[in-house]
C-alpha cells in the first residue's frame, strides 16, 4: 500500500507559479513511477505529467509541456510538480497518483491522493 498526500495548492494570478508536493509513505517509493493528473469541474479527469521511478524519464501532457515541470526526491519520498505560466485554464483539482502499468491512463495507476485545489484567475 501507498499513502499519498498533495499539498501546495491555492489561488494564483493568471501568469503566476505554484508548487505543488506530494508526500508518499507505505511502500519503498523510489521503485514506484508517479504522475500528476487534474480534473476541471464538468471535465474529464487527465494526464497532467508522469515520471519514471529514477526520475531519469518524465512526460507531459502538450497542454502543460514548457510550464510544468515533474521531479522526485526519492530520499524524502516526495514528488513535486512546479507550474509556471498558470492560466486559468489550469484550474482544477490536482491529484497525485502512483504505480502505473500505463503512463498515460489514469485507470491504470493503483493509488491516489485527496487531491488540492489550484485555482488561477484572470
Known amino acids: 500500500q501507498v499513502q499519498l498526500v498533495e499539498s501546495g495548492g491555492g489561488l494564483v494570478q493568471a501568469g503566476g507559479s505554484l508548487r505543488l508536493s506530494c508526500a508518499a509513505s507505505g511502500r519503498t517509493f523510489s521503485n514506484i513511477a508517479m504522475g500528476w493528473f487534474r480534473q476541471a469541474p464538468g471535465k474529464e479527469r487527465e494526464f497532467v505529467a508522469a515520471i519514471s521511478w529514477s526520475g531519469g524519464r518524465t512526460y507531459y501532457s502538450d497542454s502543460v509541456k514548457g510550464r510544468f515541470t515533474i521531479s522526485r526526491d526519492n530520499a524524502k519520498n516526495t514528488v513535486y510538480l512546479q507550474m509556471n505560466s498558470l492560466n486559468p485554464e489550469d484550474t482544477a483539482v490536482y491529484y497525485c497518483?502512483?504505480?502505473?502499468?500505463?503512463?498515460?491512463?489514469?485507470?491504470?495507476?493503483?493509488?491516489w491522493g485527496q487531491g488540492t485545489q489550484v485555482t488561477v484567475s484572470s
Open positions: 497518483a502512483a504505480d502505473p502499468t500505463s503512463t498515460f491512463d489514469s485507470g491504470t495507476y493503483h493509488y
